[in-house]
């Protein structure tokens, strides 16, 4: 009571930051007088005198409201759009990095550029980050005319962009791109080996569309560069084929944390079974340490079994198994599960096997966008997970006002007792809405149920469209259809962020159709006419209600049912959303659903009946909050263990980064060198031990095998008067003048090289090793909980000895690499250029061998394909790594294709 009055008189915390933004507004409103008044020529000059009192001196925020100034009137004249008041606040509160939370249809797009060309007269480079490449490739073509009337350039980076291209969006003033695209290319920058390759070449200020879906939704996951391992496909298809043969006695499944379990009667059935088929050895048990891997992927094929369905968590398109984010009904190629589960559900659907991958590099979302120095963002739904925001990221969330009021109908859930009442009432509810004009947009939260529904529809006679992960390619024109008089569409919850759904449909969507059924109109001719038919349509929508949003259940989080919500609505628009829930949904189900179906059963509701009442809104919120609460535990447990991760990851690439910008790196090497020599004298010669207690002859293999020098220790150890110390200043001189001569023979350029390209290759190589310890690390230190030890402390400490025998073993391998080549003598160069020449040779003769063949029938694949090429290597498999050899990455593929090995079978996944 007491807060309530408080608000009343002193307002919210968010009333008082969008108080603090009214003068900011009025000045820049001051200006915008002055700024009409300047040609084009002038507001470009006018971005180069304010980056050049920035550079002067003055503060960013002292020239926010010139800049914005600016900015709108750039926009008036590029877009014919002039930015609203709340919309220059959302830029302010960006700019002061914080999440700007803005309705549907109030213009994000269009606020970025503000808080975008701000910051991007530092000269420092904005990234504008956005939910997919549709959407960024959209953004960036559509704002590129506003911040190019401004003299800014714009770049859009998308997957498999030329080098060249992407180098060059990277270097502009504003570049838009995907979250994944932003995470992987800083991955693969820090496995480049030459300076000039990495393209982000700084952190500064980052914006972010749709936050909430980006920094909470999907950061669950981390991004992995991985390469190919050992192919274990027939394990795979072994093991599925005995899924089938269990019971419900013999597993047990946990809906809420998504895991199974193995009952004893299950593990008696899988081990006589597993003995019965040849998979476990017959003098081994499941319990036995060796049958480890075996017992994985049989709850790898479990769980494949039983908590994957297709068409919900996965759709098989093209014999492959590609995954749909369960947040917004997307699909994902490319993105596979790890450990083995992709796996399982490829052999599950009879798919072919993809092999199994290595970490080469990885990093959290969460890690990665606090890379950032400034990071801000936009959503329509971010105050629900507003602490998490602020814990993980440091970011407030300011919801801003709309800029006219909503008179959106929200109506209190109706609660069925089974799916088929439940699915009987939307029926129905569509065919009133449809009957009157009204469009109809249907949510629901799989694949499955939006086709199950959609037969539903077909068999009642009501024409509809529907948009889920298999007609994702239309999704902006089945948007853009969505608000036609009597429109009916279904969607999986990824309908339309990004595109608005306008009442009475698309003006550019029915333009683009008009010139692409006859080109031969007169564009303008065709606008007006069509806009003049879209002001009449607009009007009778807005007079059947406006948008109808009809959700189909509740989802796991309130914020995909708050942006379902607001589809409708948009700047004032009448509108309507509705949910229909059932007991049998899967949130009812799992959150106790019994419970009220006794109550129900008691208030004695007839067939077709529902409740509707506040309190059950209330219930299901709790329920969602609870969810919601346990998925943030997830994320920041799964955050403190990367974090012992990350400020190694840290130190690695900012080593790779200092190495690639060092010019002569002989220092460090002589110090590894130095600092290896030392290990070595003090494990064969103990401090304050006697001459007869020396090893020297063990220090003498030990000096040829890691430095691969030949220096007369054993001598050295029988004179008079030597030390340790001397000692190891002796082998300190012999190794210098190795390296003196190594630098000789090669040319000191060369020897720099040299050293720059086995120092990066060999961290390279170490910390892939040190990812795979530390992957196998945190999947057994929570059983140390049993022990009453804390799992993330026990982590910490040993991942910290973990880097340091990194560390230690970096510097063995460098100087024992180093002490080991030697320039090649001509017969080696001979017999080198012979091999090559043949191999050239090869080539010629399969190209020849290609031309000569019969032309192919159309589609016919085999026929086309050149005839297979002769194998280098004797007893080569394509299919088993173990008969490909050693080749070095650069050396000719085993498989005699002609291609260098890393671009053929070691190319990297």
Not at 711 to 731: K, S
Not at 757 to 768: A, E, F, M
Request: charged share 30%; glycine share 8%; aromatic share 6%.
């Amino acid at each position: 009571m007491l807060g309530k009055l408080a608000r009343k008189v002193f307002g919210t915390p968010n009333d008082r930051k969008i108080k603090a933004t009214r003068p900011l507004v009025e000045q820049i409103n001051a200006l915008e007088p002055e700024f009409e008044k300047l040609d084009d020529a002038g507001l470009i000059a006018k971005t180069e005198e304010l980056k050049g009192r920035l550079a002067g001196g003055e503060a960013l925020d002292a020239l926010l409201p010139e800049a914005f100034a600016n900015c709108r009137e750039a926009a008036k004249r590029a877009l014919g759009l002039r930015a609203f008041d709340v919309q220059l606040m959302g830029g302010i509160f960006m700019h002061q990095g914080n999440i700007s939370e803005m309705k549907t249809g109030e213009g994000k797009t269009l606020v970025a550029t503000f808080p975008a060309y701000l910051n991007a007269l530092t000269g420092r480079g904005v990234h504008i980050v956005t939910v997919n490449d549709y959407l960024a490739r959209r953004d960036a073509e559509w704002m590129s005319k506003v911040y190019g009337a401004l003299g800014m350039t714009t770049g859009v980076v998308y997957p498999r962009q030329p080098e060249d291209e992407k180098a060059q969006a990277y270097a502009c003033d504003i570049t838009y791109a995907t979250n994944n695209e932003l995470g992987f290319d800083y991955l693969r920058d820090n496995m480049k080996s030459e300076l000039a390759q990495i393209h982000q070449k700084d952190h500064y200020f980052a914006i972010v569309d749709e936050v909430d879906s980006i920094l909470i939704d999907e950061a669950r996951t981390p991004l992995i560069i991985s390469g190919p391992a050992q192919d274990r496909s027939e394990l795979y298809v072994a093991i599925d084929k005995l899924i089938p043969d269990l019971d419900e006695t013999h597993y047990t499944i946990d809906e809420k944390t998504r895991n199974v379990t193995f009952t004893d009667e299950g593990n008696e059935f899988l081990e006589e079974h597993l003995h019965a088929r040849g998979i476990l050895p017959e003098d081994q048990t499941l319990y036995d340490p060796e049958s480890t891997t075996i017992v994985h992927h049989v709850n790898q094929g479990l769980r494949a079994h039983k908590l994957f369905a297709k068409d919900k968590e996965y759709i098989v398109r093209d014999s492959e198994v590609v995954l749909i984010d369960e947040f917004t009904g997307r699909m994902m190629p490319g993105r596979r599960l790890s450990d083995g589960l992709h796996q399982a559900i490829e052999a599950k659907e009879d798919c072919k096997i993809q092999p199994e991958n290595v970490t080469l590099a990885s990093v959290t979302f969460q890690n990665y966008f606090r890379l950032y120095e400034k990071l801000a963002g936009m959503t329509g739904t971010a105050a629900t997970e507003a602490e998490e925001f602020g814990e993980i990221y440091g970011l407030g969330v300011v919801e801003v006002p709309t800029n006219r009021p909503i008179a959106r109908q929200d109506d209190d859930d109706k609660v069925f007792r089974t799916a088929r009442e439940k699915y009987d009432a939307i029926v129905d509810q569509i065919r009133q809405a449809h009957e009157k004009g009204q469009p109809v947009l249907v949510g629901t939260t799989s694949i499955e149920k939006s086709e199950m529904l959609s037969d539903l529809l077909t068999k009642a006679g009501l024409k509809h469209n529907v948009l889920n992960a298999r007609q994702h390619e239309q999704e902006a024109q089945i948007v853009g259809d969505a608000g036609k008089l009597g429109a009916i569409t279904i969607a999986t919850n990824m309908a339309g962020r990004g595109t608005d759904i306008k009442l009475g449909g698309n003006v550019d969507f029915k333009v683009m159709e008009a010139l692409a059924a006859d080109p031969d109109n007169n564009p303008d001719e065709i606008r007006q006419r069509i806009e003049e038919a879209h002001a009449a349509d607009e009007e009778a929508v807005k007079a059947a209600g406006g948008l109808f949003v009809l959700a189909t259940e509740r989802h796991e989080s309130r914020r995909i049912d708050n942006q379902l919500r607001g589809r409708s609505g948009r700047q004032g628009d009448p509108g309507r959303s509705s949910f229909y829930l059932s007991l049998d949904d899967d949130l009812m189900r799992i959150f106790g659903s019994e419970r009220l179906d006794k109550v129900l059963s008691t208030l004695g509701m007839k067939e077709g009946e529902a409740i509707e009442h506040p309190w059950v809104n209330k219930s299901l919120e709790r329920a969602q909050a609870k969810v919601e609460g346990r998925n943030f535990d997830i994320r920041k447990q799964l955050l403190k263990f990367d974090d012992v991760m990350n400020d190694q990851r840290k130190v690695i690439f900012s080593q790779r980064r200092e190495i690639m910008e060092a010019e002569d790196l002989s220092d460090i090497i002589q110090d590894m060198r130095f600092q290896v020599i030392d290990d070595l004298v003090t494990a064969y010669i103990p401090p304050r031990s006697y001459a007869d207690q020396w090893d020297t002859q063990g220090l003498y293999a030990a000096v040829l095998e890691k430095l691969g020098f030949d220096a007369p220790v054993i001598a050295w150890g029988d004179e008079e008067g030597v030390d340790a110390d001397v000692i190891r200043e002796r082998l300190e001189e012999a190794s210098d003048k190795q390296m003196a001569d190594k630098a000789e023979a090669f040319g000191p350029d060369t020897m720099r090289q040299i050293e720059k390209q086995i120092l990066l290759q060999t961290i390279d190589g170490k910390w892939r090793e040190h990812l795979l310890t530390l992957e196998h690390l945190r999947a057994v230190v929570g059983f140390r909980g049993y022990a009453q030890r804390d799992p993330l402390n026990e982590y910490k400490s040993e991942a910290f000895q973990l880097f340091q025998g990194l560390l230690d073993s970096l510097r063995e391998e460098v100087s024992q690499k180093l002490g080991q080549i030697r320039p090649m003598t001509e017969e080696e160069q001979k017999a080198m250029m012979q091999q090559i020449a043949a191999q050239q040779a090869q080539l010629q003769r399969q190209a020849d061998a290609a031309a000569e063949q019969t032309p192919a029938a159309p589609g016919d694949d085999a026929a086309a394909a050149a005839p297979a090429a002769e194998p280098l290597v004797a007893g080569f498999d394509e299919t088993d790594p173990a008969t490909w050899g050693n080749p070095g990455r650069n050396e000719p593929c085993p498989c005699g294709s002609g291609n260098k090995f890393k671009h053929c079978h070691g190319r990297l996944a």
